[in-house]
């Protein structure tokens, strides 16, 4: 069973406007959570993070933001850029230093 | 540099073939871990490391996987007798121990084809 899901493989923006990339998660002793972005024939970049005692934080264009009570994160890029076209995978982890749990990522597009 | 490097980028290998995928963590990294990424899937963990102690090998998905990291630095992982469902990408990814040190830093990968 899949613990942490992205249910968008896709997803096309235009160049300026918002992107928000969506996932969700099964297992309540997940307590940070982590984007990564991937571009192909490289390996996936660490982007931003959050706690789970946090429900926003925010870097510059990106914020994620945290939905405990739904079990739902979601990634927002302001405004996307076309260099922001890339994989992004959702993680979580129940412990510093253990193990990601990767969701099946989303393809992000954005559109000159 | 000073990232996560793997060796080699690319291996194709006939099936029953034995391989073995090179990783150098960055520097003064005591965490070390080793992902499987099939195709249009996300990156599933195999093996996980601290400094020479393999803490956790939940992830390997069969005895013919082996991992090791003899003096605590580099790692290889060794796969025995190739199967066609081994072809994958391999991340190798490093991270420092300590209070808060979630994130991981993954290398390029070493993109695994059987034949």
């Known amino acids: 069973d899949q613990q942490v899901k992205q249910n968008s493989p896709s997803l096309s923006v235009q160049e300026g406007r918002i992107s928000i990339l969506n996932c969700d998660y099964t297992n309540s002793m997940f307590d940070y959570f982590l984007w990564y972005k991937k571009y192909p024939a490289e390996g996936p970049t660490f982007l931003i993070s959050i706690s789970s005692i946090k429900d926003k934080n925010e870097d510059g264009r990106f914020t994620v933001f945290l939905n405990k009570s739904a079990k739902h994160l979601s990634l927002h890029i302001v405004p996307s850029q076309p260099g922001d076209s890339a994989v992004y995978f959702c993680a979580a982890s129940n412990n510093a230093g253990n193990m990601l749990t990767f969701g099946g990522g989303t393809r992000l597009m954005v559109k000159p | 540099g000073a990232g996560v490097s793997q060796s080699p980028r690319y291996k194709v290998a006939k099936r029953g073939q034995d391989v073995a995928l090179r990783c150098d963590p960055i520097s003064g990294h005591v965490s070390l871990f080793w992902y499987q990424q099939a195709l249009g899937q996300g990156p599933e963990f195999l093996t996980y490391f601290q400094n020479e102690a393999q803490l956790d090998k939940s992830g390997l998905p069969s005895d013919r996987f082996f991992a090791e990291r003899p003096e605590g630095s580099v790692s290889t992982l060794k796969i025995q007798r190739t199967q066609q469902e081994d072809s994958a990408v391999y991340l190798c990814?490093?991270?420092?121990?300590?209070?808060?040190?979630?994130?991981?830093?993954f290398g390029p990968g070493t993109r695994l084809t059987v034949t």
């Open positions: 990814a490093s991270s420092l121990l300590g209070l808060g040190s979630y994130e991981q830093y």
